[in-house]
Every structure is written in structure tokens, then in C-alpha cells.
């Protein structure tokens, strides 16, 4: 049972340091950390509820999982294959238009959450 748990915490320990490479090497992962702090602060202050709170954790959660992916497929072409290479760039590009289709998602769950919060602030 030790040898399972001191697994579990080695595997918890991977994706922390995965998670801390992503946000120090990848541009837009710091752009997606500051839009998250950006939204969850907003979402305090309008007081969103249970259920607004539920789509913007989705939001949150598609776009960081698209990034993370995208950046783990770009590590791992790269180390395979160095070269320029059609194929590869071709697979990098849809990975990127992947996190670009998360993000617009999330986007419009923003401003479909966020709008009627705004308008209610202002008028």
C-alpha cells in the first residue's frame, strides 16, 4: 500500500513539474494564466453563481487542457524529428487551432456569463 501512495504522490510531483513548464516556457500559457486570474477575479466581484461558476470552470479547464496539449505534441515533435518538416508543421498548426477553438469557446461562454453582470453594473 506505501509503494501505491509514494506512486501516486511521484505521478502528482510529474505533473506539477509539467505544469510548471508549460507556464515558463509557453508564451500563451501566460497570457491563458493571466486571463484565468483576470476571469476569477471578475467572477468574485459580479458574483456569479453556482451554476455561472460551473462554465467558467469548464472554459477554464478546455483551454488549459488544449495548451497543455498542444505544448506537450509541439516538446515531443520537436525532440523526434528537429528539422523543419511539412508534416510536423501541419500537426502543430491544428494543435495551435485547437487551443485558438478553446479559447473562442471560452470566449463566448465570457461574454454570455459576464454581459448581463456588466449591464447590470452600468445601467
Given at each position: ?8 504522490i ?7 513539474r509539467g505544469?510548471?513548464?508549460?507556464v ?5 500559457a ?10 476569477c ?8 453563481g453556482?451554476?455561472?461558476w ?16 498542444n ?53
Amino acid at each position: 500500500m506505501n509503494r501505491v501512495f509514494t506512486g501516486r504522490i511521484k505521478s502528482f510531483a510529474h505533473a506539477l513539474r509539467g505544469m510548471g513548464y508549460l507556464v515558463r516556457t509557453q508564451p500563451n500559457a501566460r497570457v491563458h494564466l493571466l486571463a484565468t486570474v483576470a476571469v476569477c477575479m471578475a467572477g468574485a466581484y459580479v458574483g456569479l453563481g453556482r451554476d455561472e461558476w460551473l462554465w467558467v470552470s469548464v472554459a477554464i479547464v478546455l483551454v488549459w487542457g488544449a495548451e497543455a496539449f498542444n505544448t506537450a505534441l509541439e516538446v515531443l515533435a520537436d525532440a523526434l524529428h528537429p528539422e523543419r518538416h511539412p508534416g510536423i508543421g501541419r500537426a502543430k498548426d491544428v494543435a495551435a487551432g485547437a487551443v485558438l477553438i478553446a479559447a473562442l469557446g471560452a470566449a463566448v461562454i465570457g461574454v454570455l456569463i459576464f454581459a448581463p453582470h456588466l449591464a447590470g453594473l452600468l445601467g
